[in-house]
T-cell receptor
Framework: AAGVIQSPRHLIKEKRETATLKCYPIPRHDTVYWYQQGPGQDPQFLISFYEKMQSDKGSIPDRFSAQQFSDYHSELNMSSLELGDSALYFC??????????FGQGTRLTVV | GIQVEQSPPDLILQEGANSTLRCNFSDSVNNLQWFHQNPWGQLINLFYIPSGTKQNGRLSATTVATERYSLLYISSSQTTDSGVYFCAVLRTGTASKLTFGTGTRLQVTL
């Protein structure tokens, strides 16, 4: 069965650089979620999209932006990276506000 | 926002033991899921259980939505059960904000 695909799996960036994370949801899923998980912490909600429109917003820094494209894939853009942005970033998708499935995550390291 | 608390925060078991993990939430929910995060960081779906009881092999879960809690039972634990267990809820009236609990870190030893 198709799963949520995230790319890249690992990313190393320097401070003040920009990063773009990509997410390909499960086909026919209408909702995409983005989460950030720091070491030893629970996943924190960043932002979600329903049918390509922003649906809900969490504690997402102003330096971050996200969008969902016509083919339903989503991108999380992160600018002016800081050391504290180092984390595991998850994307998830669901259909009709039912069970959400998560990708394998992108591990971002800012040096 | 909704508060989701899990207990215990940490648990050490010997292989073969049984355990019960609890998830309490502060508001009514439409959805509730249990996940296992393995040592490689993957979030694996265990149960989608807004209400009622489900079983899958050695695992079972019960959600009593009216009393705002859910339980995850692990029987005959194995070392591969080690990792962090999260519950996550979708508060009633919100469209797409799945809120995670604080997690239970489980270590199963030989």
């Amino acid at each position: 069965a198709a799963g949520v695909i995230q790319s890249p799996r690992h990313l190393i960036k320097e401070k003040r650089e920009t990063a773009t994370l990509k997410c390909y949801p499960i086909p026919r899923h209408d909702t995409v979620y983005w989460y950030q998980q720091g070491p030893g912490q629970d996943p924190q909600f960043l932002i979600s999209f329903y049918e390509k429109m922003q649906s809900d917003k969490g504690s997402i820094p102003d330096r971050f932006s996200a969008q969902q494209f016509s083919d339903y894939h989503s991108e999380l853009n992160m600018s002016s990276l800081e050391l504290g942005d180092s984390a595991l970033y998850f994307c998830a998708s669901s259909r009709d506000i039912t069970e959400a499935f998560f990708g394998q995550g992108t591990r971002l390291t800012v040096v | 926002g909704i508060q989701v608390e899990q207990s215990p925060p940490d648990l050490i078991l010997q292989e073969g033991a049984n355990s019960t993990l609890r998830c309490n939430f502060s508001d009514s929910v439409n959805n509730l899921q249990w996940f296992h995060q393995n040592p490689w960081g993957q979030l694996i779906n265990l149960f989608y259980i807004p209400s009622g009881t489900k079983q899958n092999g050695r695992l079972s879960a019960t959600t009593v939505a009216t009393e705002r809690y859910s339980l995850l039972y692990i029987s005959s634990s194995q070392t591969t059960d080690s990792g962090v267990y999260f519950c996550a809820v979708l508060r009633t009236g919100t469209a797409s904000k799945l809120t995670f609990g604080t997690g239970t870190r489980l270590q199963v030893t030989l």
